[in-house]
């Protein structure tokens, strides 16, 4: 039913939207594109060529025109008509040089360019040994064991070792390492912290609380594990929250009113290049990778800041407002505010915002890379947004999805069960089947097991309950029972030991 009703509003689109259509009443051309991708990922590749066509002519101001020449060219590519896509994913690159999609189309015109060359051997005679060679597979992700770590109890250097040497007996083969310290936060024992918030390795584009980084990571290189630096993106705003125009801006349901928000403002030019340069400089220490922390979204009222209400005017021709988007808002007992409902427009809105957070990922990660083209990258996502991607999109602007079109290494989808217990009031045994549900899901959608990272809670941060071993072994049977993914206990705590677990994910 639903392949039969994207498929009409695809065909009204193309039969119904005028060429000379105007930008101002091409509010649904996302919608639009939106069916075509479903189109695309359905191999309906010639309804979705007609769709991105149509864009093409009749939205010509709108960055969509762009994607949707990407997208068609990927389309033939599909189809094996590799000639044609590779001449429209040329045409892609020569007009868009500086496009966020290069990188994949070069990569798309190199794969049409090896089917051409393969259709080209002529088939061999009968005097000709036939070899029969099977094609290359695509090289898997280093399957990873991770401790993340957002506290490590050591009052020095010679203290971190030891913490470290236990996980790497417990299994660990990989420490994601807490590099930014923000208000409140513990501060590591073995630091001289010389303020209260900032970051933990040199640069000039945040406050350093101290340059630590490479001393914790030659402690674990030097045991054989390899290290993450975890890193804020939009709460990274140290020392700057009383500058107005690089806050974030959100719609208080209260008072009815705008006020500031915490967390940057990214869609102010100023503040993409001090992330740039953060993560420019962190990419310059001997670690292997980074972990985007879970900051990297927006809430349902967020943000509606100058620069990113320009922004969504120029692709949309109209500017975002409370009274488009929510359908019956509420208080809960919580205090915290809710929508009954969301218009259309609310959700153009926040795929909208969805696609520019992805964005500014790539943009992250490709400063990184300027200073070690080796580094990977894992993307923190709420379970919520693999699950519903309607709440996903809907309550942090988030989707894998569209996460799956950055091309991250590593998906690390936040499992924590006794989170959901408590937010959704379900028992202990539904939040765990609903992790598994996930995991199956995630899984599915990734291909590689061993680059879906699921994030397991070991302790209640609620009311600081260390989880029972039990507890902790039967959430990992139910999560592995999907694959052999890669797993992260979040909060690290040597109060819990790792060590009885081992067996759950390693061969006997």
């Keep these: 039913m639903r392949r039969r009703f994207t498929g009409w509003i695809l065909a009204f689109f193309i039969l119904f939207l005028p060429l000379g259509y105007s930008q101002e009443k091409l509010q649904n051309v996302w919608e639009l594109y939106d069916a075509c991708m479903e189109l695309y990922h359905q191999n309906r590749c010639e309804e979705a060529i007609q769709g991105f066509s149509k864009i093409i002519q009749s939205a010509p101001a709108s960055t969509l025109v762009s994607y949707s020449r990407y997208m068609i060219g990927l389309c033939y590519l599909k189809m094996k008509k590799y000639e044609e896509g590779i ?226 005017l120029r692709e949309f021709g109209y500017l975002p407002h409370p009274d488009l988007f929510y359908i019956g808002p509420y208080r809960s007992d919580t205090g915290k505010y809710y929508a009954k409902g969301y218009t259309e427009r609310f959700k153009s809105w926040a795929n909208w915002k969805n696609r520019w957070l992805m964005n500014i990922a790539q943009q992250l990660m490709k400063a990184a890379k300027e200073s070690n083209p080796h580094l990977q990258f894992a993307i923190n996502l709420y379970f919520e947004a693999v699950i519903n991607d309607f709440n996903g999109v809907a309550w942090f602007s988030q989707t894998l999805s569209e996460a799956l079109r950055k091309n991250f290494d590593y998906y690390a989808i936040m499992a924590y069960h006794r989170q959901a217990m408590k937010d959704r009031k379900i028992p202990l045994n539904e939040a765990m089947d609903l992790m598994a549900e996930v995991t199956q899901k995630t899984v599915r959608s990734v291909g590689d097991p061993s680059k879906v990272l699921m994030k397991i809670q070991i302790l209640d941060w609620k009311n600081y309950e260390v989880l029972p071993q039990k507890e902790v072994e039967e959430i990992l049977s139910k999560i592995l029972n999907h694959g052999e993914v890669s797993l992260a206990f979040f909060p690290y705590i040597h109060q819990f030991p790792l060590h009885p677990l081992k067996g759950k994910w390693t061969h006997k």
């Excluded at 798309?108 to 029969?132: A, C, D, M, R």
């Excluded at 010389?194 to 000039?204: A, D, L, P």
């Excluded at 953060?278 to 220490?285: C, Q």
């Design 87 to 312: 001449q429209q994913l040329e045409l892609y690159i020569k007009a868009y040089p500086e496009g966020d999609r290069v990188r994949e189309a070069e990569k798309g015109i190199q794969i049409g360019k090896e089917q051409l060359k393969e259709k080209s051997f002529p088939p061999p005679t009968s005097s000709q040994p036939v070899v029969t060679t099977s094609p290359p597979e695509e090289k898997r992700a280093k399957r990873r064991i991770c401790a993340q770590v957002s506290y490590l109890d050591g009052k020095n250097l010679e203290e971190i070792e030891k913490r470290v040497k236990e996980l790497k007996n417990a299994g660990v083969d990989t420490i994601l390492f807490r590099v930014f310290q923000n208000k409140g936060d513990g501060v590591y024992k073995f630091v001289t912290a010389r303020r209260e918030e900032g970051v933990y390795f040199k640069t000039e584009y945040a406050p350093i609380v101290e340059d630590v980084l490479g001393k914790v990571a030659e402690i674990v290189h030097r045991n054989g594990l390899e290290i993450f630096a975890w890193m804020t993106t939009r709460y990274a705003n140290y020392g700057l929250q009383g500058v107005p125009e690089y806050r974030c801006k959100r719609y208080n349901f209260e008072t009815k009113k705008m006020e500031g928000a915490r967390g940057f403002n990214l869609f102010h030019p100023d503040v993409l290049k001090r992330l740039e340069g953060l993560f420019r400089d962190l990419g310059r220490y001997p670690i292997e990778g980074i972990l985007f922390q879970d900051d990297l979204i927006l809430y349902h009222n967020e943000d509606f800041s100058a620069e990113a209400n320009k922004s969504f």
